[in-house]
């Protein structure tokens, strides 16, 4: 085995305690677990940003790292990683400056595959790492972790953006259509820089920027068509279309409510609806796909995937039901059952690679 799948297998093992506190910080938030009294910093605030630039930033930097290669490249996983930790456990200004390390890493990474190679998904990935770069960057300047939040999510969402726009080459499309996606995730990443100066004028432009490429993905994404399939190719894209639905109406309620506003019900309702309806989809579909590439680690399917992917969506359509009635007993249920769907879905993934063992020791030499 070469020294990439090894380190990657090794830095996998960051990700779970930095979900599982991620995870607690969002029931703690929800007055559902005491508040910790250890950290130097508040972790029901920074909820948001640890799961972003640590879980998630850990995660994509690590899947970029085993696709890319190169030092830079390997530096931005454990960063990220251990960035988050230090915001927690250790002096605030070394974690974040960390974290915004990582997010360097990224970018230098990204931008320098994007220049060589002239693709136009290559050049929204880096430009997806320059967002968690500037949110990372307001946060270790001072600002409110309310304030870098749209740059943080701008950031999950333009990369998974770009990795379909990638995977659309299979659909046949007008030419026009690409030029419209450019249009589109241009527009969705100047409104998320200009979150930092002007609020109130960027909201509606991210909800519009967001209710379009919805619609695009909705029209030229693979996802239409696997989904009529069987498997796995079926799971992934119910995951998908469910992902879209959800980013649709967080664009939405940003074009037609406003701002983020910390502690508001409203924009709780739009944060969750994109972290975990959007995002957190995405990660379920793509786990049996990209856990095999990233650690060589065998997957096979298994029906019982589908159990933790319903229980998230109906987690999400509590939070946000709960999210825009101000109603906290709806939305503590929804954050208990986000938990549960999640951890259905650690299982289940362990039980699909212990069934995969399974059939390479039965199969015959």
């Known amino acids: 085995m070469s020294a990439s799948p090894r380190l990657a297998r090794l830095l996998l093992l960051l990700l779970p305690p930095l979900l599982v506190l991620g995870i607690l910080g969002g029931l703690a938030r929800l007055g559902l677990l005491p508040a910790p009294v250890h950290a130097p910093v508040n972790?029901?605030?920074?909820?948001?940003?640890?799961?972003?630039?640590?879980?998630?930033?850990?995660?994509?930097?690590?899947?970029?790292?085993?696709?890319?290669?190169?030092?830079?490249?390997?530096?931005a996983p454990p960063l990220a990683g251990l960035g988050a930790l230090i915001l927690l456990w250790g002096p605030p200004q070394a974690g974040l400056a960390l974290l915004s390390l990582a997010s360097l890493g990224l970018f230098l990474g990204s931008a320098a595959l994007a220049w060589r190679r002239r693709e136009d998904h290559l050049a929204w990935l880096a430009a997806a790492a320059l967002l968690w770069l500037v949110a990372n960057l307001s946060w270790l300047a001072g600002r409110s972790p309310v304030d870098g939040l749209p740059a943080g999510i701008g950031f999950l969402v333009l990369t998974i953006l770009a990795e379909r726009l990638e995977l659309s080459r299979?659909?046949?499309?007008?030419?026009?259509?690409?030029?419209?996606?450019?249009?589109?995730?241009?527009?969705?990443?100047?409104?998320?820089?200009?979150?930092?100066?002007?609020?109130?004028?960027?909201?509606p432009l991210t909800g519009l920027a967001l209710l379009g490429l919805t619609g695009w993905l909705l029209r030229f994404d693979i996802a239409r068509l696997t989904v009529r399939q069987t498997g796995l190719p079926r799971f992934v894209a119910l995951c998908l279309l469910a992902g879209y639905g959800w980013a649709a109406l967080a664009g939405l309620g940003l074009l037609l409510t406003g701002p983020l506003v910390a502690g508001q019900g409203r924009s709780d309702a739009i944060i969750h609806a994109l972290l975990l309806g959007?995002?957190?989809?995405?990660?379920?579909?793509?786990?049996?796909?990209?856990?095999?590439?990233?650690?060589?680690?065998?997957?096979?399917?298994?029906?019982?995937l589908f159990g933790p992917l319903v229980v998230l969506n109906l987690s999400v359509l509590l939070r946000v039901v709960g999210g825009?009635?101000?109603?906290?007993?709806?939305?503590?249920?929804?954050?208990?059952?986000?938990?549960?769907?999640?951890?259905?879905?650690?299982?289940?993934?362990?039980?699909?690679?212990?069934?995969?063992?399974?059939?390479?020791?039965?199969?015959?030499?």
């Open 43 to 75: 972790t029901l605030v920074w909820h948001g940003p640890l799961l972003i630039s640590g879980f998630f930033g850990a995660l994509i930097s690590l899947e970029r790292a085993v696709a890319t290669g190169g030092w830079v490249a390997w530096t």
């Open 170 to 203: 299979l659909v046949p499309k007008p030419a026009w259509a690409r030029a419209l996606f450019a249009a589109l995730a241009a527009l969705y990443l100047l409104s998320t820089l200009l979150h930092l100066l002007t609020p109130a004028l960027a909201a």
């Open 278 to 304: 959007f995002v957190m989809s995405m990660v379920m579909g793509h786990a049996p796909i990209v856990l095999p590439a990233v650690a060589r680690i065998r997957v096979r399917f298994h029906r019982g």
């Open 324 to 365: 825009l009635g101000e109603i906290l007993p709806l939305r503590r249920l929804a954050a208990v059952m986000s938990t549960v769907s999640l951890l259905m879905f650690v299982v289940m993934m362990v039980i699909a690679v212990r069934l995969s063992a399974r059939e390479v020791v039965r199969r015959p030499a």
